[in-house]
Structures are given as structure tokens and as C-alpha cells.
């Protein structure tokens, strides 16, 4: 690392250390990959198409609503893989934040599925926010984004958290500034939109190149996969019974969690409790203008669910044992006390027993796939360290050291 000028203001100074280090990571051989990720196709136009067992299967009104051998719903694909190679870089680059301490991948680490371990999520300047964050693994066939569901696309989800005050703290001009003055990032920019495109970056191709990548997170190889394509040893007789349990119609679990995405994309009200001390979270209703949707949250599917505790849109339940436990306690039995829920028709009272919540729980861990895990680069084009929330030591750095320190 260059020894710092003394007295730098903090952004300038986030610009300086970008600029000196963009011949370092020229240098160090930034080239995107030309290859399609693992599960992907690539087409004689030069593109990256999903390749499943899934699309052999048939569905209902092609929304994969079935059994286990159902098609997937329509899904996002069709990127390059430089465009998607770009979008891995841009995901784990703190420089997309308005103070170079917060990357994509500090709400949504891969190693904890695609979200952060917390009951909300921390942005910029340590601020906890309301929420937890959602995984992202599939988020290629999902219709809606956010809890609230108030993104109808990928590229419109980026740029809630790239510019949201609490989140990432960025604006558009500062983000094309940092973009546009580092060569190597310009550079990746020209080999992932070679057809005469790139005068000079643009705001809907940092868009892009984010949703290209996220659209790879596929994870469709668990061991239940394998045994809704005919391999049936690949569960156990008690994951088997979870799993008869959870598509029954007493416990009605996958009336909402519908195989094979685990989520039939829609807003529901359950009336799932928030922590002790904070205000009712409306949801959709605020969003969507709904009073019915009060307290109403997107369905989230449930693949690799055993790696995102904690669960519910507040990170209220620690463990699956005690989300299912949830569901199990009675329709409505957590609404505060006069406030009005409309409550999903499929919250009853299954009256289950301990034993058969074991099995469910035992069935959500047979969802667990992480087999096509995209790999978190070494060095971002910024020069800065691909920033998460499980490497606290280095935002600790960045806001304690002396300006006219070395590190």
C-alpha cells in the first residue's frame, strides 16, 4: 500500500487510493472470464444459458407449480460472461459505496448463503437497518425483490441499496466518477460491452453487469434435487417424512413454499412477531398502498435456508427449529394486540407434533446446495479489500488510521 498524503480529505481520499493502485491492478492482469459459470450454456451468440434437469418437466401455467418433477418458472439469463464476470467484481468491490467500507457482499456473503448472519443488516458507517437481508441465491427467476417486493427487476433492486443513505450511502455522479476514473475499470467495462457501446460507463451497465452476476447464483443440486429426479436414497426415511409433512395439507407448507423454487412468489401476511422493543414493520402495504397487506412480506424460498439464520423478515426466530415452531402456535397468536391483520388463508392451527417439526426441520437441510458458489476475488480493480461484514477489521482500519500513516 502507498504511504498516504497527510491531511486528504476522506473521499478524495478514497479517489487517490483507487487511481494509484489502478496501474498495480492493471499490472496484476485484470482480464474478464470469457467462460460461462459451471450450470450455464454458452450460445453461438456468445451468451450464458441455464441448463437444468428441471426443463425437461412440465408445469402449471409455467410458474413450477407442482410436484417434484415440475419446471422451473421463467427465469434471467442470457448474459455474457464478461458481463457476468464484471458483476462479480463490482458485487465484492466496497468502492460501490459512497465511503469504500461497504460491498454488495457485506449484506450477502456467500459463505452465509447469500445474506449476513444478522437479524438486520448493518450498512454504511455501522448503521443497523430494519430489515435482515434476503439470500440471492435463484434470484434469477424471481419476479419481486425486496421483503416489501418493491422491485419488479434486478437492475431496478441494485440501486435501492447502492443509494439508500443507511445502505451503501452512494449517488449516481460519485458512483460514475469512481467507475469512470479508474482505468482499470474502465477497461473491464470495454470488454463486457465490446459492440461500440462504451463511450464511457454508464449507470444501466453497472446495473446490468450486477444483475448478470446475480442471475448465476443457481442452486438447484441438493440432495432433495437429486431425489426429485429419481435418485430416492439420496434422503433419508426421516427427511422423506419431513418432507410428506411439509406437502400435506395439515402443515400446508408448500401451499407458499411451492417445489421445485420454494416459494410461490407471492406477498403473504402471517403475522410473524417483530423483537422486543421495535415498531410494527407494514411491509407491502406501505409499498403497494394495500391496508390488506399489512404486515405482508414476499414468500421467500427456501433453498439453502439452513445457512441464513437467522429467519422472518426481522431475523426474529434464531433457528428453523423455531421458525416451524412458529407456524405451529396458532393463526394470528403473535398480532399485537388491536392491530388488524388480514392473515394468509393458509395460517392455521396444523397442531403438529414435536416429532413431525423435527422432520420438517430435517427436510429444510436436504435444500442445501452450495455446489455452484462463485468464488470471492482476491482484489477488487479499486485496490481496496473486497470488503464483508466477517472482515470487521478492515472497515476498523480504514476509519482509525492516521492520514499520514503507511499500512
Request: glycine share 8%; net charge negative.
Amino acid at each position: 500500500m502507498p504511504v498516504l498524503p497527510e491531511a486528504m480529505p476522506r473521499l478524495l481520499l478514497l479517489f487517490w487510493l483507487a487511481t494509484t493502485t489502478a496501474a498495480a491492478s492493471a499490472a496484476s492482469g485484470f482480464q474478464l472470464s470469457s467462460n460461462c459459470p459451471p450450470s450455464f450454456k454458452k450460445t453461438d451468440e456468445g451468451s450464458c444459458e441455464l441448463r437444468s434437469l428441471y426443463q425437461f418437466y412440465g408445469s402449471v401455467q409455467n410458474k413450477g407449480l407442482g410436484g417434484t418433477q415440475t419446471a422451473l418458472p421463467e427465469h434471467r439469463d442470457g448474459f455474457s460472461p464478461e458481463q457476468i464476470d464484471l458483476g462479480r467484481y463490482l458485487f465484492f468491490d466496497p468502492a460501490l459505496s459512497g465511503d469504500g467500507t461497504v460491498s454488495c457482499a457485506s449484506c450477502h456473503h456467500p459463505d452465509q448463503g447469500f445474506s449476513d448472519g444478522r437479524a438486520r443488516s448493518v450498512g454504511i458507517g455501522g448503521r443497523e437497518l430494519s430489515r435482515a437481508a434476503p439470500s440471492l441465491w435463484n434470484v434469477a427467476f424471481q419476479k419481486r425483490l425486496f421483503w416489501d417486493a418493491r422491485a419488479q427487476s434486478l437492475e431496478e433492486q441494485a440501486q435501492g441499496p447502492l443509494y439508500a443513505a443507511d445502505e451503501m450511502g452512494n449517488t449516481p455522479p460519485q458512483l460514475l466518477a469512481t467507475l469512470g476514473g479508474n482505468p482499470v475499470y474502465v477497461e473491464l467495462f470495454r470488454q463486457a460491452y465490446p459492440q461500440g457501446e462504451l463511450e464511457e460507463i454508464s449507470l444501466g451497465q453497472v446495473y446490468r453487469a450486477l444483475a448478470a452476476f446475480q442471475s448465476s447464483l443457481i442452486s438447484l443440486n441438493s440432495r432433495y434435487d437429486r431425489y426429485a429426479h429419481g435418485y430416492h436414497a439420496a434422503l433419508t426415511t426421516k427427511e422423506i417424512e419431513g418432507m410428506n409433512v411439509f406437502r400435506s395439507f395439515v402443515a400446508r407448507c408448500a401451499e407458499c413454499h411451492t417445489p421445485p423454487l420454494f416459494t410461490n412468489q407471492q406477498i403473504a401476511v402471517i403475522g410473524a412477531p417483530e423483537p422486543e422493543g421495535l415498531p410494527l414493520d407494514v411491509g407491502a402495504e406501505k409499498i403497494l398502498n394495500a391496508p390488506k397487506l399489512k404486515g405482508g412480506f414476499k414468500v421467500p424460498s427456501l433453498r439453502n435456508i439452513a445457512q441464513t439464520a437467522p429467519y422472518m423478515h426481522s431475523g426474529r426466530f434464531e433457528t428453523l427449529r423455531e421458525a416451524v415452531g412458529f407456524y405451529n402456535q396458532g393463526r394470528g397468536h403473535a398480532v399485537p394486540e388491536g392491530v388488524d391483520m388480514h392473515l394468509h388463508w393458509h395460517i392455521w392451527d396444523p397442531n403438529l407434533t414435536d416429532y413431525e417439526m423435527d422432520r420438517v426441520v430435517d427436510f429444510l437441510r436436504t435444500l442445501t446446495d452450495e455446489s455452484l458458489k462463485p468464488q470471492i476475488p482476491g482484489q477488487v480493480p479499486s485496490g481496496l479489500t473486497p470488503i464483508n461484514h466477517k472482515n470487521d477489521a478492515a472497515i476498523v482500519t480504514i476509519e482509525t488510521t492516521n492520514i499520514g500513516e503507511s499500512s
